[in-house]
Nanobody, 124 residues
Framework: QVQLVESGGGLVQAGGSLRLSCAAS????????MGWFRQAPGKEREFVAA????????DFGNSVKGRFTISRDNAKNTVYRQMNSLKPEDTAVYYC?????????????????WGQGTQVTVSS
């Protein structure tokens, strides 16, 4: 059974930074992509970022390009996401997800396991 556990969420002021982590169980971590999505109240789930199995390829949602980065440590079965220049509209529950394939994809259907989510609140 694969488990994904997010950490690092919290309350931050606009313009600040946060680093989220997602620790994954399972032996296949290094062979699949990992992604982050977010969902704000009353809104649909939105793609944030994804990284390929090797870490050599990344993809970002338009709303976070240039502000967020994603990285992974396959030795630790962990994926990270650094969020800079945070805005109030970044407020959401952020979910980590395990990809079905090695390449990063933006559609949630390309992910088979999801974490429980971590709240990020950006105050103005």
């Amino acid at each position: 059974q694969v488990q994904l556990v997010e950490s690092g969420g919290g309350l931050v002021q606009a313009g600040g930074s946060l680093r989220l982590s997602c620790a994954a169980s399972g032996r296949t971590f290094s062979s699949v992509s990992m992604g982050w999505f977010r969902q704000a109240p009353g809104k649909e789930r939105e793609f944030v970022a994804a990284i390929s199995s090797s870490g050599g390829s990344t993809d970002f949602g338009n709303s976070v390009k240039g502000r967020f980065t994603i990285s992974r440590d396959n030795a630790k079965n962990t994926v990270y996401r650094q969020m800079n220049s945070l805005k109030p509209e970044d407020t959401a529950v952020y979910y980590c997800a395990r990809g079905c394939y090695s390449l990063p994809y933006a559609h949630p259907d390309e992910y088979d396991y999801w974490g429980q989510g971590t709240q990020v609140t950006v105050s103005s």
